[in-house]
């Protein structure tokens, strides 16, 4: 069995990105630019922001975070929006989720420019996505299929089951794999038989929020299984898949943590880099 590592694999994809920036900075004489706005003081937040600046800094992208207090009116994170919106040095704002109660989440992503997306959750991207358009893809679900293509990179005619259907990972995971011309399965809470549907599965990617809810006896032999989930629990951390049994029939598996996780942050500096090659033209 293949463990995909998803560290190395993102090390890698940051390494890529680092000479790209370095290339743009001798072309254009200015580099990309990730504008994140963090609201309130969740802690998960501020390690996801805290990592994502790093990450940024890293590979040279000029980055900036703006922290408001969690009630700050909706209002003047919109008007900061429009603000950045404007200005040339920002190529990707990314809002970080979730939001106080009192704000509008899809106000917010509505109000960020589709050029300027970097998450792809704003209804022209979702749009552009599914009909097969360049779009900003959300990262999560880029670093799922970066990762599944590292081990087959032709996917035709591949059977594939998305286990979850959000807006973050499933949906756009899905449109994904079918512009790789998979045949694909979505499944979610009402599937009636997941087992059923996942044991045809040639690739299976599982973002579900339930620890290891696919088992061993779900996979048949020489299926890649990708892992979006991050459950908390008694013995650790444990992702959407029962890793010791499925490991045991397929043919490459993600761990958790280490796996999809890292690919997110690194396919959030793919997407600035994207946006801003897109604004050069
Ligand atoms: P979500 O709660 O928005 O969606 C969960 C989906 O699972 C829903 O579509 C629901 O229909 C489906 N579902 C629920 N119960 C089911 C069942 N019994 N059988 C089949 N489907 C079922 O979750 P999300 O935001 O997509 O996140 C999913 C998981 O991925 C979570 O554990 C989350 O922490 C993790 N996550 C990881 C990363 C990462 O970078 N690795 C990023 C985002 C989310």
Same mark, same amino acid.
């Given at each position: 069995?293949?463990? *995909?590592?998803?560290?190395?694999?993102?090390?890698?994809? =940051?390494?890529?990105?680092?000479?790209?920036?370095? !290339?743009?900075?001798?072309?254009?004489?200015? %580099?990309?630019?990730?504008?994140?706005?963090?609201?309130?003081?969740?802690?998960?937040?501020?390690?996801?922001?805290r990592n994502k600046e790093k990450s940024a800094n890293e590979v040279g992208l000029k980055?900036?975070?703006?922290?408001?207090?969690?009630?700050?009116?909706?209002?003047?994170?919109?008007?900061?929006?429009?603000?950045?919106?404007?200005?040339?040095?920002?190529? +990707? &704002?990314?809002?970080?989720?979730?939001?106080?109660?009192?704000?509008?989440? !899809?106000? %917010?992503?509505?109000?960020?420019?589709?050029?300027?997306?970097?998450?792809?959750?704003?209804?022209?991207?979702?749009?552009?996505?599914?009909?097969?358009?360049?779009?900003?893809?959300?990262?999560?679900?880029?670093?799922?299929?970066?990762?599944?293509?590292?081990?087959?990179?032709?996917?035709? +005619?591949?059977?594939?089951? %998305?286990? +979850? =259907?959000?807006?973050?990972?499933?949906?756009?995971?899905? !449109?994904?794999?079918?512009?790789?011309?998979?045949?694909?399965? *979505?499944?979610?809470? =009402?599937?009636?038989?997941?087992?059923?549907?996942?044991?045809?599965?040639? *690739?299976?990617?599982?973002?579900?929020g339930i620890p290891e809810l696919v088992k061993g006896d779900w996979v048949k032999k020489?299926? &890649?299984?990708?892992?979006?989930?991050?459950?908390?629990?008694?013995?650790?951390?444990? +992702?959407?898949?029962?890793?010791?049994? %499925?490991?045991?029939?397929?043919?490459?598996?993600?761990?958790?943590?280490?796996?999809?996780?890292?690919?997110?942050?690194?396919?959030?500096?793919?997407?600035?880099?994207?946006?801003?090659? =897109?604004?050069? *033209?």
């Amino acid at each position: 069995m293949i463990l *995909i590592d998803g560290k190395k694999a993102a090390a890698e994809l =940051r390494e890529e990105l680092k000479n790209e920036v370095s !290339q743009l900075k001798t072309k254009f004489n200015k %580099v990309p630019g990730l504008t994140v706005i963090l609201i309130g003081d969740m802690t998960p937040s501020q390690i996801y922001v805290r990592n994502k600046e790093k990450s940024a800094n890293e590979v040279g992208l000029k980055s900036e975070v703006i922290k408001y207090p969690d009630t700050v009116e909706e209002k003047t994170v919109l008007e900061k929006i429009e603000e950045l919106n404007k200005d040339d040095t920002v190529s +990707g &704002i990314l809002v970080q989720l979730p939001l106080p109660k009192h704000i509008d989440k !899809q106000k %917010v992503i509505e109000t960020i420019l589709p050029s300027k997306d970097v998450d792809g959750f704003h209804p022209v991207n979702v749009g552009n996505l599914s009909s097969g358009y360049e779009s900003s893809v959300p990262c999560t679900p880029l670093g799922c299929y970066l990762l599944i293509k590292k081990i087959e990179p032709n996917l035709s +005619g591949k059977k594939a089951v %998305v286990v +979850g =259907r959000s807006n973050l990972n499933g949906k756009p995971m899905t !449109q994904l794999l079918l512009k790789e011309n998979c045949t694909v399965t *979505i499944t979610h809470s =009402r599937t009636k038989d997941l087992k059923a549907e996942c044991l045809e599965a040639d *690739i299976i990617v599982a973002a579900v929020g339930i620890p290891e809810l696919v088992k061993g006896d779900w996979v048949k032999k020489d299926t &890649i299984v990708i892992d979006v989930g991050i459950n908390k629990t008694d013995k650790g951390i444990v +992702g959407d898949v029962a890793f010791d049994e %499925v490991s045991k029939n397929a043919k490459a598996l993600t761990p958790v943590p280490g796996g999809v996780g890292p690919m997110t942050i690194a396919c959030l500096l793919k997407n600035t880099i994207e946006c801003f090659k =897109r604004s050069q *033209i």
